[in-house]
């Protein structure tokens, strides 16, 4: 099944087609009210830590770096996707930042994250857990 998941930046102006809005900044962006953001939530939870946010703004490690420790970190703690699944799964999902340029953030890595973890959950659903109960499914 193919996945419908864009970023962009939070203060980009909200289009129709966005689907569910989800802001994935650990610090909310300066100077917007939470009802001016059409947000359908906040989840901090996907966010990188911010001892790694932190070491990639003061340029300490590289983008590779910073990428691999992200992607670790959200493999780790694979329940930390549910909700970003459970919003893909419904349609479009628009994950949201703050950072000046979205292709060189975190939303990149999160976005490959998220569809990996939904192939893997599609592809354990299609092999049949017991084939007298699931018969007509193989």
């Known amino acids: 099944m193919s996945y419908d998941i864009v970023f962009k ?4 102006s909200q ?9 994935v900044d650990r610090l909310w962006p300066r100077g ?3 009802a001016s953001l059409g947000l359908d939530e906040w989840y901090r939870d996907a966010s990188p830590a911010p001892a790694l946010r932190r070491d990639y703004h003061r340029q300490n490690i590289s983008e590779d770096v910073f990428r691999a ?3 670790e970190a959200l493999e780790t703690q694979p329940d930390v996707l549910l909700p ?3 919003y893909a799964r419904k349609g479009r999902l628009t994950l949201l930042t703050a950072a000046r340029d979205p292709e060189h953030s ?3 890595v999160l976005r490959q994250a998220v ?3 939904l192939q893997r959950e599609d592809a354990d659903d299609s092999e049949c857990a017991s084939p ?7």
């Open 9 to 12: 930046r939070i203060y980009a």
């Open 15 to 23: 289009a129709a087609d966005d689907g569910a809005r989800i802001l």
């Open 32 to 34: 917007k009210s939470r």
């Open 69 to 71: 420790r992200y992607r």
């Open 84 to 86: 970003l699944m459970r």
């Open 106 to 108: 975190h939303l990149p």
């Open 115 to 117: 569809i990996d973890a």
């Open 132 to 138: 007298p109960c699931f018969l007509d499914r193989c």
